[in-house]
C-alpha cells in the first residue's frame, strides 16, 4: 500500500499553551494512530527559519499507508469523533496536508 506523509501546522489558543502541549503530546497523537490506524506521529516545534516565513510554528508529522492521499484525509475525518478534542487548539489557523510517496528513502551512506 502507498505510503504518506501527514503535515499538520497548528498553534495554541492564546494563554493555553501549557494545556496545549500537554493535549497534544500526551493524549492527540496517541488517539490518533489508534482510530487512525496511522503507523507513526511526531511533534516539533520551529527554532529557525530562512527565506519563506513559516505561518505556525507548530508542527505534527504523521505516517499512513492508504491507496492516496483523500484516503488518508477520508480516515481521518470518519473517525474524529472518537478522539477528545481540546480548546486548547486553535482550529482557526491550523492546516493538514498530506504528501504521497514519489521516490525511495534515501539513508547516509547509500542504503
Known sequence: MPKHVVVVL??????????FEDWY???????VLETTGWE???RFVLTAEKGQKCPLGRL????AEAENGEDVIAT???????????DSFNRKSAGLWVFSETGQKHHRGGD
Open 10 to 19: 497548528s498553534e495554541p489558543v492564546k494563554g493555553r499553551e501549557e494545556e
Open 25 to 31: 503530546e500526551n493524549t492527540h497523537i496517541r488517539e
Open 40 to 42: 507513526s506521529g511526531q
Open 60 to 63: 505534527a508529522f504523521y505516517e
Open 76 to 86: 481521518l475525518d470518519a473517525t474524529r469523533s472518537a478522539r477528545k478534542q481540546s
